[in-house]
């Protein structure tokens, strides 16, 4: 099993950037799919979350508005859209597959750096 996070990058405050996450070697639709991130001398913190069907999602506080969680079961992908970044949004963004009773999956991250 692999999650494959790309399309972070560095971008100026009040940018915006999609992030996408790739699966393959288990049945993705079955999973549910969040998004997490990690900051210099953080903890890892969860950003959003989407049910296997798509149907539900959650988001933390600080990302509430401004962050989209989306899923394609036929391409196996999992997005995080992000707009209105700030400084604070800087960090590695990580994707997990999870369902219960199994291993969770985490992708190996992508850095995602807000900064004019």
């Known amino acids: 099993a692999q999650l494959v996070e790309s399309g972070g990058g560095l971008v100026q405050p009040g940018g915006s950037l999609r992030l996408s996450c790739a699966a393959s070697g288990f049945t993705f639709s079955s999973y549910a799919m969040s998004w997490h991130r990690q900051a210099p001398g953080k903890e890892r913190e969860l950003v959003a979350t989407?049910?296997?069907?798509?149907?539900?999602?959650n988001y933390a506080d600080p990302v509430k508005g401004r962050f989209t969680i989306s899923r394609d079961n036929a391409k196996s992908t999992v997005y995080l859209q992000m707009d209105s970044l700030k400084a604070e949004d800087t960090a590695v963004y990580y994707c997990?597959?999870?369902?219960?009773?199994?291993?969770?999956?985490w992708g190996q991250g992508t850095q995602v750096t807000v900064s004019s």
């Open positions: 997990k597959a999870t369902k219960w009773g199994y291993v969770p999956y």
């Open positions: 989407i049910t296997s069907a798509g149907g539900s999602t």
